[in-house]
RNA sequence: GCCGCUGUGGCUUAGAGGUAGAGCGGCUGACUCGUAAUCAGCAGGUCGUGGGUUCAAAUCCCACCGGCGGCUCCA
């Protein structure tokens, strides 16, 4: 049950409409004045222990009662409280005995009806103990009898309360922080977009995103209906893609000197650790009860505690700092249903997550920085340039006040090139004190962060992870949390709009090469080309080639390769087969008007396309090299 | 979670109280085909699920489930 106390001079409320659960009433209209009221809402796990919630949570309401000096209580039942509310006939009923168990105390009580939308206004006395609130649990099991009032986590609070900033910096700007009012757009209307997203966090749209039909249609992945929302499934195609997106950034984080760790995706939720994390985000984690006694589980919304839980049973030197550690891990997170969209947002993703502990600040910053340009470098990769992405840095205003501190944002700025987001916190509300991610804004205007790396000064200590410094001495030190690309699905989500963009603009929609299922269509002209095409595919191994063997017009197949966005297609006809050569079309980004056809040698051809994915990870095609033989994963 | 919109064969959809219609895809056949949809035929639908109103419901009402958007949120 969680309530809400305000000590108000008074409340009005009126009831103005029933809801479907709305419980008979006399009076519609209340003003009562010198009065506690009490928002609470009934919870699901509230319905197990009843009588025991109702007693805990009138005792809590007549000792807060007591403190402020009230004269009354309203009881105003307030779902909004609550994501897990017990059923309406049954939170009616503990409401009722709630009542009664206060009236019973002596106490002049007043219950606004359950079930109507009711409009109202209270003032609030404003004194230090005027807003108070308060979680009451049932007991867990039958032994542990003192569960009682626990107070809402002080991180929670917190951020509550925490005020942020926002400013601009530029690269040659020495006279620090550039307000919003003061700056310039021109130019860099993707920066501005991207402001506004942050700073309004609203946006009017009323369009599906355009990756989620091109995820579709491109046979990557699919809504699964009979998962839990956000649980997507992934066609050949897509889970190829994935694949291909983890092997790189699983390469170049290999390549930076992290070693690569599994962790368990579930944890119990008594772990002391782990409860402050828990009780931040109660209504995001899945979870399941522990049977016979054994404690309730959840699934991890990121490594972070597979990762530090290994960490402190290591044994560490300085000599072994900065220590890397990393996994692509899957992660659940439970967003609200509203939030969740195609790619963009999922309950379950995979998390490339690193963390790396330094000795101190210094180091850790050495560190950063390295990991920031790791990051460029990476999205670079995948085939983002830095137009395609924002800048945003973090921080707390402890953390930039200090001189050096400054020099090394500025630092940050200049190897971005171009002029970032600042956000300054004026208090720290979470586990660090530095942050920066790199966010993509799609066509719909909304940003997303890729990659992100923050410096964390608190859970080396919350988790008990130490080193031993050169005096032998126990030190904790300061982890950095990142992720290189940010989750693989929300890369391919940026691939697709920015594909999406590019069509938008003029140009042919495409994927980078190399993470193209098929790189290469061959397209006989009629069946007895096909003789001559397998004799070639021994010649083009590392490359991913398929034929289309269909019974359907060249001009059908051109047109199903161009829907397929196939970055190469070649046609195989008598002239071909003859002179020994392909006739080529190239999809590049500037050729959506033009459409010539080249012919061209295939050790040519291979080489072209071998040269543009070097460096680059790869797989083999996921299914039949001919197409006759291919299933539709999707429609038409 | 709340509010709004939405759900018709595998896909895209027409129908807005009176016998479910099309295109794509699939299958069969013909054409052996030269750069963005060859022609003909066949099969495939308890209109998301469950209730209700009605002589009659894909169509109106309610609930639930999925999807989209907004609010909120993003460890």
Redesign the pocket.
């Known amino acids: 049950m969680q309530l809400l106390f305000i000590h108000s001079d008074y409340i009005e409320y009126e009831a103005k409409e029933k809801t479907?659960v709305a419980e008979p009433i006399s009076e519609s209209k209340e003003r009562i004045e010198e009065v506690l009221v009490v928002f609470i809402a009934v919870e699901r796990e509230d319905e197990q222990d009843a009588r025991y919630v109702v007693e805990k949570a009138s005792e809590e309401t007549i000792s807060v009662f007591n403190k402020v000096g009230a004269e009354r209580i309203v009881l105003y039942p307030y779902a909004?409280l609550s994501?897990e509310l017990a059923s309406p006939e049954r939170s009616i009923e503990i409401l009722s005995s709630m009542e009664e168990n206060l009236r019973s105390r002596g106490v002049e009580v007043k219950r606004a009806p359950f079930g109507w939308y009711k409009s109202f206004t209270l003032r609030c006395k404003g004194h230090p103990l005027s807003e108070l609130s308060r979680k009451i649990q049932g007991r867990e099991g039958a032994g542990a009898g003192e569960v009682g009032v626990e107070k809402l986590s002080k991180a929670l609070e917190a951020?509550e309360k925490a005020e942020s900033h926002f400013f601009f910096l530029d690269t040659g700007n020495k006279g620090g922080l550039i307000k919003p009012e003061d700056f310039e757009f021109d130019g860099r209307e993707n920066l501005q977009k991207f402001f506004i997203y942050e700073s309004e966090?609203?946006?009017?749209?009323?369009?599906?995103?355009p990756h989620?039909e091109l995820m579709k249609r491109l046979e990557i992945a699919d809504?699964e209906?009979s998962s839990d929302?956000?649980n997507l499934r992934f066609y050949p195609k897509g889970k190829l893609i994935k694949a291909l997106l983890e092997d790189y950034v699983r390469n170049s984080v290999a390549e930076y000197g992290a070693v690569e760790v599994e962790t368990p995706i579930m944890y119990s939720v008594e772990h002391p650790s782990l409860k402050d994390?828990l009780e931040?985000?109660p209504a995001?984690?899945y979870s399941m009860a522990g049977k016979g006694g054994k404690p309730d589980l959840f699934l991890r919304?990121?490594a972070?505690f597979g990762q530090f839980l290994m960490s402190k049973d290591m044994s560490i030197s300085y000599k072994n700092l900065p220590l890397k550690m990393f996994e692509l891990a899957p992660s659940f997170?439970k967003?609200?249903?509203?939030?969740?969209?195609?790619l963009r947002?999922l309950r379950k993703f995979t998390m490339p997550d690193m963390h790396t502990l330094c000795r101190d600040m210094k180091e850790a910053l050495v560190e950063f920085k390295k990991q920031y340009e790791l990051c460029m470098r990476v999205l670079e990769g995948i085939g983002f340039s830095p137009r395609d992405y924002e800048v945003a840095l973090r921080f707390t205003r402890e953390f930039y006040d200090g001189e050096a501190n400054k020099e090394f944002i500025e630092e940050l700025v200049r190897i971005a090139g171009k002029p970032v987001l600042i956000e300054r916190w004026d208090q720290r509300f979470?586990y660090f004190v530095l942050k920066f991610e790199f966010n993509f804004v799609d066509a719909l205007e909304k940003a997303s962060a890729l990659s992100t790396v923050q410096i964390d000064v608190e859970n080396a200590e919350r988790y008990g992870i130490k080193y031993v410094d050169a005096n032998g001495e126990e030190k904790y030190p300061i982890i950095l949390h990142c992720s290189p690309s940010g989750a693989i699905e929300r890369c391919m989500y940026a691939l697709l709009e920015r594909a999406y963009l590019d069509m938008e603009g003029g140009f042919?929609p495409q994927l980078p090469l190399w993470l193209s299922p098929t790189q290469l269509r061959m397209i006989p002209?009629?069946?007895?080309h096909l003789e001559y095409i397998e004799e070639l595919l021994p010649v083009l191994t590392g490359i991913r080639v398929d034929v289309d063997d269909r019974?359907?017009?060249?001009?059908?197949k051109?047109?199903d390769a161009?829907?397929e966005w196939i970055p190469y297609?070649a046609?195989v006809?008598?002239?071909?087969v003859e002179k020994r050569t392909l006739?080529v079309?190239i999809r590049e980004r500037n050729l959506s008007l033009e459409?010539k056809?080249l012919p061209m040698d295939v050790r040519e051809l291979k080489e072209q396309i071998e040269e543009a994915i070097k460096s680059k990870p790869f797989r083999e095609l996921p299914f039949s090299y001919k197409l006759s033989e291919r299933a539709?994963f999707?429609?038409?």
């Open positions: 479907r909004h994501a951020e966090k609203r946006r009017a749209v009323d369009k599906v995103p989620v809504y209906p929302p956000g994390y931040r985000f995001r984690q919304f990121s972070c997170r967003e609200k249903r509203g939030e969740l969209v195609g947002r979470f042919l002209v009629a069946e007895r019974e359907e017009t060249v001009s059908k051109i047109r161009g829907r297609v046609v006809g008598d002239k071909e006739s079309r459409k056809a539709r999707v429609g038409g």
